[in-house]
């Protein structure tokens, strides 16, 4: 089970708040800021592209690992992160990314 210790133990973000179930991150590669809210039993993220914007929600979520695995997937979107290919042995093998590691790790 992905806890809010592995979510804060990953070197991915900067901590600006972490209490209870009151989360401020930002995102290490994109700067972007995020909120997550606990609300029931759902997590509530938010996004501000910069510290002028106001927060705007981006989805709920039953799981804190797919709150993370939303952000990144975000981060990837602005970076335009493609993930290099190696031939080997005629097959395309594909370079694990963060969340491919994460899911690995504890969805299952």
């Given amino acids: 089970m992905f806890t809010v210790g592995d979510m804060l133990a990953i070197d991915y973000f900067d901590v600006i708040k972490a209490e209870d179930d009151d989360f401020e ?3 290490k590669n994109t700067k972007n ?3 997550i809210l606990r609300d029931g039993k ?3 993220l938010y996004l501000a592209k910069d510290k002028v914007q106001k927060f705007q929600a981006m989805g709920y979520f039953e799981r ?3 709150v993370v695995l ?3 997937k975000i981060d990837d979107l602005k970076l335009k992160i493609k993930l ?3 031939r080997k042995n005629r097959r395309v ?3 694990k990314s963060l969340a491919d590691i994460l899911v690995e790790a504890y969805a299952g």
Avoid: G
């Fill in 70 to 72: 939303d952000i990144i």
């Fill in 33 to 35: 800021t995020w909120k």
């Fill in 84 to 86: 290099p290919r190696e």
């Fill in 42 to 44: 759902y997590y509530v």
């Fill in 93 to 95: 093998l594909e370079m």
């Fill in 25 to 27: 991150l930002i995102s």
């Fill in 64 to 66: 804190l690992l797919d």
